[in-house]
């Protein structure tokens, strides 16, 4: 089967005319109140397709001993283009850690494969393409802010010299560490240690300390779960600067309907365990987002459409 492209959308909400391309390039994005037409990733010039694409082809992964085993992943297909922000969303226990592990490299998938732009997963994470951002900041407790953030670039340092030569790399070199947590809010909070801050400060340290590699991909596994409401807009917000000054490509897991639809370009719909892809759902919005009534009625509407996508995977949403 076919592995559906969200760069080509197949569905639209009620009331909302499907784009006739989705996604605009990632230097050029929209954020003008009236809805601009998108434009490919991938433009007729582009002759290395693979390598400015992340493609899972046919992955499936099982766990447990040789007659017991339980099955997390089926037969999951996708391919997103370099620069797009996109959500997976699904019940607990569907796989969605799981298919983030295998785009890592940190596990591989028993059938099919996944590349990161032309590189194996595990290549790519070797040589820092890609960034991982789990659920908890994992900042370490006795180095201050400014150096949990320098941490990357002091680990492997050979691999900076062997990403230069991957052909679906493309970033120049690293962030610096002191604009970005100053870009972030945390520029009075450089010598702090970790225990002096809320939670919703250690998890802008942390992406700080992902963005601060200019890594080609990051990877999200429910970042803001652990925070309140107030506290994880206002960092989603963040996110989403960074993500367009870097044009960085991320995969976000969350279990939030509104928070997917807020954030990303497409939102990728998983089904119950043995997790697969039930739909892709292009979110053909302007950035920036919920500035108005108009905005939160299409934004509503792309939520009742995730929602009934999950309902019929046989999830019940919240």
């Known amino acids: 089967m076919a592995a559906p492209d969200i760069a080509a959308p197949a569905v639209a909400p009620p009331n909302i005319a499907a784009p006739d391309v989705a996604f605009r390039p990632?230097?050029?994005?929209?954020?003008?109140?009236?809805?601009?037409?998108?434009?490919?990733?991938?433009?007729?010039?582009d002759t290395e397709g693979q390598n400015s694409r992340l493609v899972v082809s046919g992955a499936s992964?099982?766990?447990?001993?040789?007659?017991?085993?339980?099955?997390?992943l089926a037969n999951?297909?996708?391919?997103?283009?370099?620069?797009?922000?996109?959500?997976?969303?699904?019940?607990?226990?569907?796989?969605?850690?799981?298919?983030?592990?295998?785009?890592?490299?940190?596990?591989?998938p028993d059938t099919g494969s996944v590349s990161i732009f032309g590189t194996p997963p595990a290549e790519a994470s070797a040589v820092k393409m890609i960034g991982f951002m789990p659920q908890v900041p994992a900042l370490l407790p006795w180095l201050t802010v400014i150096d949990n953030v320098k941490i990357p670039s002091k680990v492997n340092r050979r691999a900076d010299a062997r990403r230069r030569l991957q052909p679906g790399h493309l970033h120049p070199g690293e962030g610096d560490p002191v604009a970005l947590l100053t870009e972030l809010g945390l520029g009075d909070s450089l010598r702090a240690l970790p225990h002096e801050l809320s939670g919703g400060m250690q998890q802008r340290v942390?992406?700080?300390?992902?963005?601060?590699?200019?890594?080609?991909?990051?990877?999200?596994?429910?970042?803001?779960?652990?925070?309140?409401?107030?506290?994880?807009?206002?960092?989603?917000?963040?996110?989403l600067?960074?993500?367009?000054?870097?044009?960085?490509?991320?995969?976000?897991?969350?279990?939030?309907?509104?928070?997917?639809?807020?954030l990303s370009d497409a939102v990728v719909v998983m089904s119950p365990r043995p997790g697969?892809?039930?739909?892709?759902?292009?979110?053909?919005v302007p950035r920036p987002r919920r500035n108005g009534l108009v905005e939160a009625k299409v934004l509503h509407d792309?939520?009742?459409?995730?929602?009934?996508?999950?309902q019929l995977a046989g999830v019940n949403p919240r």
């Open 302 to 310: 792309y939520e009742d459409l995730i929602r009934s996508k999950l």
């Open 76 to 108: 999951v297909d996708f391919t997103m283009d370099r620069g797009q922000f996109v959500s997976i969303i699904g019940p607990s226990g569907c796989g969605k850690s799981t298919l983030l592990r295998l785009m890592a490299g940190l596990e591989h």
């Open 241 to 262: 600067k960074l993500w367009e000054k870097f044009v960085t490509t991320v995969v976000f897991v969350t279990h939030s309907v509104s928070e997917a639809v807020v």
């Open 206 to 239: 942390a992406i700080a300390r992902a963005f601060a590699t200019q890594a080609d991909v990051l990877l999200m596994d429910e970042p803001f779960s652990a925070l309140d409401e107030f506290t994880r807009e206002a960092t989603q917000d963040q996110l």
């Open 61 to 72: 992964k099982s766990y447990g001993r040789p007659g017991a085993r339980r099955e997390a």
């Open 276 to 284: 697969h892809i039930a739909a892709v759902v292009p979110i053909d």
């Open 26 to 45: 990632p230097t050029a994005r929209k954020t003008s109140e009236t809805p601009q037409p998108y434009s490919r990733m991938v433009t007729e010039s």
